[in-house]
């Protein structure tokens, strides 16, 4: 069985460029999250899907993150413009409704994001 | 307030032997579920163990055992017999409430490094 995938694995920008990050969540996976480990920092939520819809996006930063997740299948979150602060590494992570352990986020590799 | 705390930035162990790994966690639900994961240097996140805020009995998976004790809200992780391999950083998660598909708060990691 296929794991989560992400993509880029990574991407260097400059700041005020656009960003497209990419997720493939596990097949069957109804929830899809994303995270972000700023440099030094603890792995901070971000947002939640529940199927195509937004679960909870109390996490995203500011209104230069949106996140979509066409059909209920992967998911892009797009930054723009990117910031210096912006940098670090995005974690996906997908999780069954009803799984073997009750809330096993499965993650993928992450995207690490610099921003010059 | 953090909620969930690693007071260790970095650990060493000698091979072949124990070592735990603290995490304490902070909630006011009754609901809850405590997770480790490891991230070696390559990046992945990989599900370790999990414990219920329900579960009596400590869980243990393999060489890893989870040290739950509810009163003090501590969850601190044992390793067995220490490999090389096992050098990486740990990080403790949390999932509040009742709903599995909740997103998780994580500790910001404890370093292992296993000395041969």
């Known amino acids: 069985e296929a794991g989560v995938t992400q993509f880029p694995s990574h991407s260097v920008i400059e700041k005020g460029q656009t960003v497209t990050l990419r997720c493939d969540p596990i097949?069957?996976?109804?929830?899809l999250y994303w995270y972000r480990r700023v440099m030094g920092k603890e792995i901070k939520f971000l947002l939640h899907?529940?199927?195509?819809?937004?679960?909870?996006e109390s996490g995203m930063p500011n209104n230069r993150f949106l996140a979509e997740r066409t059909g209920g299948t992967y998911s892009t979150l797009k930054v723009q413009p990117a910031e210096l602060e912006d940098s670090g590494v995005y974690f996906c992570?997908?999780?069954?409704?009803?799984?073997?352990?009750?809330?096993?986020?499965?993650f993928g590799p992450g995207t690490r994001l610099t921003v010059l | 307030a953090q909620k969930i705390t690693q007071t260790q930035p970095g650990m060493f162990v000698q091979e072949k032997e124990a070592v735990t790994l603290d995490c304490t966690y902070d909630?006011?639900?009754?609901?809850?579920?405590l997770f480790w994961y490891k991230q070696p240097s390559s990046g992945e996140m990989i599900f370790l163990i999990y414990?219920?805020?329900?579960?009596?009995q400590n869980a243990t998976e393999g060489r890893y055992s989870l040290n739950f004790q509810k009163a003090r809200k501590s969850a601190n992780l044992v390793i067995s017999a220490s490999q090389l391999g096992d050098s990486a950083m740990y990080f403790c998660?949390?999932?509040?409430?009742?709903?599995?598909?909740?997103?998780?708060?994580f500790g910001p990691g404890t370093r292992l490094s296993v000395l041969p």
């Open positions: 998660a949390m999932r509040e409430g009742g709903n599995y598909g909740q997103n998780f708060v």
């Open positions: 899907f529940v199927k195509e819809s937004k679960q909870d």
């Open positions: 909630t006011s639900d009754q609901s809850y579920g």
């Open positions: 992570a997908s999780s069954e409704l009803l799984g073997q352990v009750p809330g096993e986020q499965f």
């Open positions: 097949s069957g996976h109804d929830n």
């Open positions: 414990q219920g805020s329900y579960d009596e």
